[in-house]
DNA sequence: CCTACCGATCGGTAGG
DNA sequence: CCTACCGATCGGTAGG
């Protein structure tokens, strides 16, 4: 079946062009007709596999917040430290956001873009990995492996710094990504100022 | 002169709503007639307050930037330590971000919707701000106040960690500012593991 | 997968 | 500051 697998492809290709235009110059700025011309067709014909502009978004969105829940879940099986988790999720995210830089990003930046009832059903994934997140946070407070500390701070300021990865590291540049890794988790886990 | 005095008033309005929508729908999903409604006009009357829908994205770019280089300097004027200008570069960030989130998320997010040349000439001036900023960490690490981290990884997740304030950090909630000073540079500057 | 085309909306202008 | 309107572009469809 070269038809199937050819069409299955192709909506690959479009997918991963659509989360690369959306990276670099937004979801709204983003026209059909630039995607099309991004992998070599007529806006129209996109739309033999695909059902909207939309439902790209929805997917790259979906598709990322299944994989963190997936991630934290698996994370949360282990009986380990609240230390250990926390920096388990770290790396996964720094991995993540170095190896699928595009559409990791679209999902951080482009998700607002979705309509209802996608947009509350978003928000409400997003709520649910941010909490589970916490939990780890307040339990590493709670055990007295990690400073007091306002948890909401710490767990924004985690997200926020690996959030723009994108945006300063490539992994071609000087750093290597295990470099990256350590320095990131050095200075996260243990601050800038030397005690 | 109320005339002129309503004019230059009703610019300031203008820009502010357009910084809000800019900030909550981003730039290119702003229409001028989004603009417009939220300043009780009709789009067309826009136009006699300012020329074009880029001059304001210009101006809130570069009117942030100025704003920020500024206190680059001032502190650099101080004959302090590393540790000290960091933490006044740091409060100083923290209290724009939350006394003025709208126009400084727009600043964050939206210049790259700039054309040329305004948006090489922004580049030009956030390159240097980061690289006096930079400059910074690394005189910290060479006196051994700070921990030898990589500079560029430092820089950014200081810039990333602010960079969201206004995503989640709401004034009226139940942090205060300066609650969010104090564990915000405890959490940047110590870490979050207890040593 | 293409050509041809749709109604809606965009930023902006003319003219008063 | 408004009404009226412009050409360009948008997401998407019809029909083959």
Redesign the pocket.
């Given at each position: 079946m070269p038809t199937v697998k050819?069409k299955k492809s192709?909506k690959q290709v479009i997918l991963e062009a659509a989360a690369r235009l959306f990276r670099d110059k937004g979801y709204p700025a983003?026209?059909?007709?630039?995607l099309?011309q991004a992998v070599?067709?007529?806006?129209?014909?996109l739309?033999?596999?695909i059902?909207?502009?939309?439902e790209i978004l929805q997917k790259i969105c979906f598709d990322n917040a299944r994989h963190f829940l997936s991630a934290m879940k698996k994370i949360e099986k282990k009986d380990s430290s609240a230390t250990d988790r926390i920096k388990d999720l770290l790396r996964f995210h720094i991995q993540l956001a170095t190896e699928d830089p595009t559409s990791v990003t679209s999902f951080n930046d482009e998700w607002r873009h979705l309509s209802e009832p996608q947009l509350t059903e978003f928000k409400t994934l997003r709520k649910d990995y941010e909490n589970r997140f916490k939990a780890i946070i307040k339990e590493g407070i709670k055990t007295g492996e990690f400073n007091a500390l306002n948890s909401t701070v710490v767990l924004y300021s985690l997200l926020s710094s690996i959030r723009w990865l994108y945006d300063w590291y490539h992994p071609d540049g000087k750093i290597t990504t295990e470099q990256l890794v350590d320095h990131l988790l050095g200075f996260l886990l243990y601050g800038l100022i030397k005690d």
């Open positions: 050819n192709k983003t026209s059909m007709r630039d099309a070599d067709l007529k806006a129209s014909s739309y033999n596999h059902a909207s502009k939309e």
